[in-house]
């Protein structure tokens, strides 16, 4: 299995447009989520889905971003509009239910805003 | 409000030099304590999984142990190619990982 794909690696958008972040998780786990990581706060989790439905959004920080998962094997976070305060590199990770903290990590995109 | 935090943040040693990582949290049910390696550039790794007070993992220089308040990943003689961040990860009674903000790792030779 290649693990988990995302794409793309590295994108720079200017503030305002909108930005669609990948997904495809290892075939066979259950649990999908997405991630940010920052300097000043660390991982952060913004959404997590089980069976292809999303469970808890609560870490979502505002209305510019939804997530979807229309299949088991292929998710995106879309922001919109995208603000320079969005800069982060976001990371989807996937896993079997009962083992949740055995979470296998894309290997993220680096999304800076401009 | 649940919280795991982590220290050093930063911790430069030499080859050779054991040295301990510390996380400590405050979650009301613990699930699960797990430790992650990140190497610059890429996802987090996955490295142990700890469940009880008192159960301890080892995988070659690495051990890691847990206590009711906080877990340790001990390394012993560490070499350069054991420069990563090292993230400690806890899930309390929902399906949510909370992270530390990690400890950096140099190893110089």
């Known amino acids: 299995d290649a693990g988990v794909i995302q794409s793309p690696r590295h994108e720079v958008t200017e503030m305002g447009q909108e930005v669609t972040l990948r997904c495809k998780p290892i075939s066979g786990h259950d649990y999908l989520f997405w991630y940010r990581q920052t300097m000043m706060r660390g991982l952060e989790l913004l959404i997590y889905f089980n069976n292809n439905v999303p469970i808890d959004d609560s870490g979502m920080p505002e209305d510019r971003f939804s997530a979807k998962m229309p299949n088991a094997s292929f998710s995106t976070l879309k922001i919109q509009p995208s603000e320079p305060r969005d800069s982060a590199v976001y990371f989807c990770?996937?896993?079997?239910?009962?083992?949740?903290?055995?979470?296998?990590f894309g290997q993220g995109t680096r999304l800076t805003v401009v | 409000e649940d919280q795991v935090t982590q220290s050093p943040e930063a911790l430069r040693l030499q080859e050779g030099e054991s040295s301990s990582l510390n996380c400590s949290y405050t979650v009301s049910g613990l699930r699960g304590l797990f430790w992650y390696r990140q190497d610059p550039g890429k996802g987090p790794e996955f490295l142990f999984t700890?469940?009880?007070a008192g159960e301890e993992k080892e995988k070659e220089r690495l051990k890691a142990t847990l206590t009711k308040k906080e877990s340790f990943l001990h390394i012993t003689a560490p070499k350069p190619e054991d420069s990563a961040t090292y993230l400690c990860?806890?899930?309390?009674?929902?399906?949510?990982?909370?992270f530390g903000t990690g400890t950096r790792l140099q190893v110089f030779p």
């Open positions: 700890l469940y009880s």
């Open positions: 990860a806890v899930q309390e009674g929902t399906d949510k990982l909370i």
């Open positions: 990770a996937s896993g079997h239910g009962g083992t949740l903290g055995l979470a296998f």
